[in-house]
């Protein structure tokens, strides 16, 4: 998609310019919070299934260890949909940026035309899969401990 927005450059150039760099780092903040999301559910995951596996059924009674023991589910799930959620917004940015980039910039210069060539050709990777895994893992770890949890109590 190689979509120009018409830009009177003694008028909407300095415009486009600022609109740019101020959308370029909301990106860079959806990133930063995806990664924060990513970190803090493993941390409240572990914390979670330290506590259950930890205390007997003489301190809590066994429904709620149950119930404690799956909300690490119901958090990675919580958190991978506002991960995906963070990603989709930055993505329409992205295009957008894209926009004004050729639209700015001479044919063919800029980091957004490029980046996207090396991802047309194959050569550019994301570590979107990383992240992934991590929610993988996550989420089969948190269902592994709720069954074994609900095996004990049960």
């Known amino acids: 998609m ?22 370029y780092s909301e990106i860079g903040e959806n990133f930063r919070l995806s990664f924060q999301l990513t970190v803090y559910a493993l941390i409240a995951n572990g914390f979670i299934m330290a506590w259950v596996a930890q205390t007997s059924k003489e301190v809590f009674s066994p429904i709620v260890l149950q119930i404690a023991a799956a909300i690490p589910i119901l958090l990675t799930a919580f958190a991978f949909a506002f991960y995906r959620f963070l990603l989709w917004r930055s993505s329409i940015i992205y295009e957008y940026l894209s926009t004004i980039e050729n639209s700015v910039a001479a044919d063919g210069l800029g980091w957004e035309n490029f980046y996207r060539k090396l991802s047309k050709q194959g ?32």
């Open 2 to 23: 190689t979509e120009t927005i018409k830009i009177a450059r003694e008028r909407d150039a300095d415009f486009h310019t600022a609109e740019w760099g101020q959308l």
């Open 123 to 154: 050569r550019a990777r994301g570590v979107g899969t990383i992240f992934h895994a991590l929610f993988l893992i996550q989420f089969a770890a948190g269902l592994i401990f709720a069954v074994m949890v609900f095996m004990k109590y049960s």
